[in-house]
């Protein structure tokens, strides 16, 4: 079993083997039945990713003023979405719908490669985009000085060398030594557990730990900021953000930039989005920022008690975030981990897992969509014109 097995339901073993086997046991008729729809389910799941993230995308090509640094993690994270459905749901349907591949040897290696890499690259960038909330939380002067859009690119560019370096030499050796010609197209990870075990904890399964354990982090450090100045509980991120789309909206960025000082010099008049200061000054990123610099404080406790019940969203949208990423990947990295170690095959475990992860692709640009208002505000504009 690998991380990237081939799904094969209606009379298929689960290792891609073309032979016929009897149906899995315990299960109902109306189940059974049900798996017979697995196809079409991953096609609609497939064209869900496309026409989403290919928006997204969209967005980002059409506003220069959205492709500030942080956002750099985001368009990678959104490119490797697309690659996925691409190169890999549209070969899992294929498998599907034939039990015996019939694209030939070069086609399987292709497909391995897709399915291997672009899942790995996914599961990656959303460790970058954790680590850098980290960054900016707890080294904001660092994080101000260091973190270019140059340095963006070049973190997603490591990220996906980092990815080739584990996976190419197990996925070459098994083209030249190890592929089982079964009629099947998987790579096999029984003959080479020395690679495929390290992989699978370092490239795969890290990811939901350290996004899962970044969130109590960010959560801590933003109680704690917020405790040492009561001004920046009014004033989140999401605030911000409303303040500086407000300002486009109505065609003048001045006032905004007018009623603010110090920090905020280094606001892009033309585009109405912060640099990547900090988190608070980060006011397009999923990550519930801590606050700006209290506002304009000439605007009273109304806009005080919005902007705190605008932060309480915000920080929220994080937190879709990050249960969609440990709800949706936990139960398939649980279950490949078992199967190198100790062959575990359960036939609903990894039809929930393998469906739960392509349903992530899904979510990762409808909430970031949720988060960034800027990026929500270009996408309506987009549509509306």
């Given amino acids: 079993m690998t991380n990237m097995t081939i799904l094969v339901f209606n009379n298929r073993s689960l290792n891609g083997s073309a032979e ?5 046991a315990g299960y109902s008729i109306h189940f059974l039945r049900l798996l017979s729809v697995l196809p079409f389910i991953f096609i609609i799941l497939c064209i869900a990713t496309l026409l989403l993230n290919s928006v997204v995308l969209a967005a980002f090509i059409k506003n220069a003023n959205l492709r500030t640094p942080f956002n750099i993690y985001i368009i990678s994270l959104v490119i490797a979405d697309l690659l996925q459905a691409c190169f890999d749901l549209p070969f899992t349907v294929h498998s599907e719908l034939h039990p015996v591949w019939a694209l030939g040897r070069v086609g399987c290696n292709f497909y391995m490669y897709a399915k291997w890499m672009f899942s790995a690259a996914v599961r990656n960038t959303h460790s970058v985009i954790s680590l850098n909330r980290i960054w900016a939380l707890f080294f904001p002067i660092s ?44 790579v096999n990870t029984t003959a080479q557990r020395d690679w495929a075990l390290p992989t699978q904890i370092v490239v795969y399964n890290s990811s939901v730990f350290i996004v899962g354990i970044s969130y109590p982090i960010i959560w801590w450090k933003v109680r704690q900021r917020r405790k040492v100045d009561p ?8 605030g911000t953000v409303t303040n500086t789309v ?6 003048g960025f001045s006032d905004t930039v007018a009623h603010r000082g110090g920090e905020n010099s280094s606001i892009k008049r033309g585009g109405g989005l912060h640099d990547e200061e900090s988190d608070h000054n ?19 406790n109304v806009r005080q008690r919005k902007q705190i019940r605008k932060s309480s969203q915000s920080f929220a949208v994080l937190t879709y975030l990050v249960l969609g990423v440990v ?24 039809i ?34």
């Avoid at 407000?246 to 065609?251: E, L, N, P, Y």
């Avoid at 709800?327 to 990894?350: E, G, K, Q, R, S």
């Fill in 20 to 24: 016929r086997v009897e149906e899995p």
């Fill in 143 to 186: 994080y101000r000085h260091y973190h270019t859009k140059a340095m963006a690119i070049w973190l997603c560019i490591g990220s996906w060398v980092y990815v080739h370096i584990f996976l190419l030499p197990g996925l070459v050796m098994d083209d030249l030594l190890y592929r089982l010609d079964d009629g099947g197209c998987m």
């Fill in 231 to 238: 001004r920046k509980a009014g004033d989140g991120k999401t």
């Fill in 246 to 251: 407000g300002a486009v909206s109505k065609g």
């Fill in 282 to 300: 980060d006011s397009n990123k999923p990550d519930g920022g801590d606050g700006g610099d209290g506002g304009d404080g000439g605007q009273g």
């Fill in 327 to 350: 709800f949706c990947w936990t139960p398939i990295m649980v279950y490949f981990t078992m199967a190198i170690i100790n062959d575990y095959d359960n036939y609903l475990h990894f």
């Fill in 352 to 385: 929930i897992g393998t469906l739960l992860y392509n349903t992530n692709s899904v979510l990762d640009p409808i909430f970031f969509t949720m988060a960034m208002a800027p990026l929500r505000t270009t996408i309506l504009r987009m549509f509306t014109r």
